[in-house]
């Protein structure tokens, strides 16, 4: 079965680091996103790309976060100075359009310390 | 901004025993989704309402949706250990992006 995988399950970084999360989206999605979860609290939207460009973002996608699909699979979220309150699960999902249902990958986990 | 409010946020259980939970949201919508998330782990779909007195059943879930009173519901019956989790359901933003606006989640905990 098609799924979303994300890569790295787990990083740790330090403060004012660069940090960029690799996903792959289902192949023949067009539609992909970008959440977060802080530890025990609920899912938050950050952002929504279609078309090769951000379609949507919320207050949290500051001038700190962007997101690119360099080469047509991949669809990555850099952060350029990760901040302690950054440390959060960070899912990737994608859609096809018509269902609308969302897929979401495993997510990676993101330490700052 | 749509807001999407779940209750219980928190509930505890015995085995066998027949519960509720709610999922209220702000503006209209047609399409509602419930999810499950195990600790720690991603977020697995459960059921996609897709009209008004859309009604879906997996074994001991049946979830219903309601969208002139804004509601839907997720409905346990006999309650196993194995369901314990935490519960989101989600909606659909107004924009036509297709972002998802999150429950608080609710965390069940089924006793044995």
């Given amino acids: ?113 | 901004e749509l807001k999407v409010e779940q209750n219980p946020l928190f509930l505890s259980m015995q085995e066998g025993k027949n519960y509720t939970i709610y999922c209220n949201y702000s503006t209209t919508s047609d399409r509602l989704y419930w999810y499950r998330q195990d600790p720690g782990k991603s977020l697995e779909s459960l059921f996609v309402l897709l009209s008004n007195g859309a009604v879906k059943q997996e074994g001991r879930l049946m979830a219903s949706l309601d969208t002139k009173a804004r509601l839907s519901t997720l409905h346990i019956t006999a309650a196993v250990h194995d369901l314990s989790a935490t519960y989101f359901c989600a909606v659909f933003g107004s924009s036509n992006t297709g972002k998802l606006i999150f429950g608080q989640g609710t965390t069940l905990q089924v006793k044995p």
């Fill in chain 1, 1 to 113: 079965e098609p799924e979303v995988t994300q890569t790295p399950s787990h990083q740790v970084t330090q403060m004012g680091q660069e940090v960029i999360l690799r996903c792959v989206p289902i192949s023949n999605h067009l539609y992909f996103y970008w959440y977060r979860q802080i530890l025990g609290q609920k899912v938050e939207f950050l952002v929504s790309f279609y078309n090769n460009e951000i379609s949507e973002k919320s207050e949290i996608f500051d001038d700190q976060f962007s997101v690119e699909r360099p080469d047509g699979s991949n669809f990555t979220l850099k952060i350029r100075s990760t901040k302690l309150e950054d440390s959060a699960m960070y899912f990737c999902a994608s859609r096809l359009g018509d269902t609308g249902e969302l897929f979401f990958g495993e997510g990676s986990r993101l330490t700052v310390l």
